[in-house]
């Protein structure tokens, strides 16, 4: 039986302070073996971003299936009001954790990222830089990665190939590459001409680099608007993330691009002295961004199915590629080797 009105009825929900969300899908089943150092890899991962993050910022952390002691400490957070929404499932996988997470809510931006990344100062003032500079900037890391230049980056180099806005420079960072080498345990992911230059796009003083990895990256809300997928069958990796997070960017005519210098270290999952060492020099204060100012951005399929699908095979065509990369500014040998 009802008695009464429900004062809630039709009455619309207040705008929210928050305009940034930051997913995190969090998956510690255990504290043996590979996971023998994620819990406290994880509460590095948070503890930088409450300490670098403004306050219009809105944490969403989905536990994925993680143990108690995890579960535990997450409820703790959210009690106190650190982190704002969890949301806590079975192992449902992460792709699906992060769409979760996306669902029921519509911030102006969205930063997807895994739980062990360590965020530094002046991460989301870098990021908002690019955005407001680059109107066609869909996606944002913070890590950049000069091997990510031909990755669904093709839009890119079909719109903006022959400006001399685009062209090679300096890597500002390059023992922040090294690091994330490390951390994939791949130390030879990179070679010397990949460490000292990466291409980029200019405009004006701002310049950013081409292409985004998606370990922690910074979208447009937009993109999610027309998913094609609503649910992925892996529970990590298989084809899930460049369907889901990364593919959209470029299929709704959008690019893919990162900050010049570093602003997020991936960890892995193996704690090291160095991470608390940097959590510790970040300087926390409270404070306030402005929104990026997104303009409405709309583009014909054809166009966006000609860059992405019929582009590539000629502008990755050794030859095409070999002579592209001499035109950006490499020398025949670094070119050869890139």
Known sequence: MRIGFNPNKDKKIEISEYFHQVIIPVY???????????????????????????????????????CKEVVNYLNALHGNGRIHEIIHTAAIGKLNAILKGLTGQNFQLVTITDADVLFLNNWQKETYKIFDNFPKAGVVSTTPNSKLIRYLTSNIIFERGVSNQLKFTMVINPEAMKAFASSIENKCLFNNYHL????????????????????????????????????????????????????????????????????????????????????KSLKYKLFSLKQPKFSKHSSLKFINYFKSKIFPKIVFNKLVWHFFLRSKGLTKDEAKNY
Not at 46 to 56: A, G, V, Y
């Open 28 to 66: 510690i089943p255990n504290e043996d073996g590979y996971f023998k150092d994620s819990f406290q890899i994880l509460k590095y991962c948070l503890e930088s971003l409450f300490k670098t993050s403004h306050t219009n910022t809105y944490f969403t952390v989905v536990n994925n299936g993680s």
């Open 196 to 279: 000292e230059k990466y291409l980029t796009i200019a405009n004006g003083k701002v310049k950013a680099v081409i292409g985004a990895g998606h370990f922690v990256a910074t979208y447009r809300n937009d993109i999610f608007n027309n998913f094609k997928e609503k649910t992925s069958k892996y529970s990590l990796g298989g084809e899930s993330e460049r369907v889901l997070l990364d593919k959209p960017v470029i299929d709704n005519g959008y690019w893919r691009l990162s900050t010049e210098d570093n602003y997020t270290y991936h960890m892995g999952n193996i704690e090291e002295e160095w991470m608390s060492g940097i959590l």
